[in-house]
Nanobody, 126 residues
Framework: QVQLVESGGGLVQAGGSLRLSCAAS????????MGWFRQAPGKEREFVAA???????DYADSVKGRFTISRDNAKNTVYLQMNSLKPEDTAVYYC????????????????????WGQGTQVTVSS
């Protein structure tokens, strides 16, 4: 069974940076497609970034050019580097895994993910 544990959230001023980590265990992580989603208070969960089994990436328009998703298969970890943070980036950030992915697909729909972490809070002050 896949377990995902996020870390790296916190409070940061607008314009600052954070790096989120998601440590995976319980299966061969290198063959999973991974994604980051976020949910702000009173809003639905939304797609942030995804990385395919082959390393291809996809981003929400709202974070393109500011966020970077990457993976280290040797460490079973996926990262989300967040730069130039804005107050509207404030949310709980969730890591997710698709355990039966197509090789080159990065998935942007939450329905395409099988496992989820517990989330980590990111708060950006103005």
């Amino acid at each position: 069974q896949v377990q995902l544990v996020e870390s790296g959230g916190g409070l940061v001023q607008a314009g600052g940076s954070l790096r989120l980590s998601c440590a995976a265990s319980g299966r061969t992580f290198s063959r999973d497609a991974m994604g980051w989603f976020r949910q702000a208070p009173g809003k639905e969960r939304e797609f942030v970034a995804a990385i395919s089994w082959s390393g291809g990436t996809d981003y929400a328009d709202s974070v393109k050019g500011r966020f970077t998703i990457s993976r280290d298969n040797a460490k079973n970890t996926v990262y989300l580097q967040m730069n130039s943070l804005k107050p509207e980036d404030t949310a709980v950030y969730y890591c997710a895994a698709n355990t039966r992915p197509d090789y080159s697909r990065a998935y942007s729909s939450s329905y395409e993910y099988d496992y989820w972490g517990q989330g980590t809070q990111v708060t950006v002050s103005s």
